[in-house]
């Protein structure tokens, strides 16, 4: 079964400045997708960035970019010009490939909640 | 505005009480999803469905139904509350394609608590 780890349970970050959030995986599937999803204190649960397993270039949106490691199992997100408006609970998951069942289900790593000073 | 709707927004509920938990998209996405999240046990799925008239269970789907009649609705149904299903639930929807990265998004999330 596939899993997600995600080591920081908090970290803090200066506004203007680059803070990189943690993800790593358990997978024996060689195609899958990751994402990771922002949950602010309103409860909402947001897409940030997304990242299909087969292709090489990591995923950017913005002020967002990933670190993929596909060999490491790693899955990292990298927030640039942090803004008060950042601070938030930041969830990685992981998609299977197959679709059959409840195989598009979203694996859940537990969080990091990221706050960022003034 | 497209998107996901559920209500209630928050709920008290008596133990053994029949309660349903509505979804809405108009986002005509084929596919939608029940999750709840827990602290410490992060969200998992609860049931889905990949088209309407269909419907699969989850990790967690003891002590809940759901119904898919048409594209836009997906209730959640707890058939006699406990307290362990004290939790926050959020409905998902995504416009589902064989091998392809079909993204989920979410509703605002249901906070229920079963006294």
């Known amino acids: 079964a596939q899993t997600v780890t995600q080591s920081q349970p908090e970290m803090s970050v200066q506004e203007a400045e680059t803070v990189t959030l943690s993800c790593t995986y358990d997978?024996?599937?060689?195609?899958?997708?990751l994402f990771w999803y922002k949950q602010p204190p309103s409860r909402q649960m947001i897409l940030v960035i997304r990242?299909?397993?087969?292709k090489q270039q990591n995923a950017t949106e913005n002020r967002f970019s990933v670190n993929f490691q596909k060999a490491a199992k790693s899955f990292s997100l990298k927030i640039s010009d942090s803004q008060l408006g950042d601070a938030a609970m930041y969830f990685c998951?992981?998609?299977?490939?197959?679709?059959?069942?409840?195989?598009?289900?979203?694996?859940w790593g537990l969080g990091t909640s990221l706050a960022v000073n003034p | 505005i497209a998107g996901i709707t559920q209500a209630p927004t928050s709920q008290i509920l008596a133990a053994g009480r029949r309660m349903t938990l509505r979804c809405t998209q108009d986002?005509?996405?084929?596919?939608m999803y029940w999750y709840r999240q827990d602290l410490g046990l992060g969200l998992r799925l609860i049931h889905y469905?990949?088209?309407?008239?269909?419907?699969g269970k989850g990790e967690v789907p003891d002590g809940y139904s759901v119904s898919r009649a048409n594209t836009d609705d997906f209730p959640l149904t707890l058939a006699s509350a406990v307290p362990s299903q004290t939790s926050v639930y959020f409905c998902?929807?995504?416009?589902?394609?064989?091998?392809?990265?079909?993204?989920?998004?979410f509703g605002p999330g249901t906070r229920l608590t079963v006294l």
């Open positions: 998902a929807s995504s416009a589902y394609r064989s091998g392809s990265l079909d993204t989920q998004y």
């Open positions: 986002m005509r996405h084929n596919a």
């Open positions: 469905s990949n088209t309407a008239g269909t419907t």
């Open positions: 997978t024996s599937e060689s195609d899958y997708y």
């Open positions: 990242q299909e397993a087969y």
């Open positions: 998951a992981y998609r299977s490939y197959l679709t059959g069942g409840n195989n598009r289900k979203l694996i």
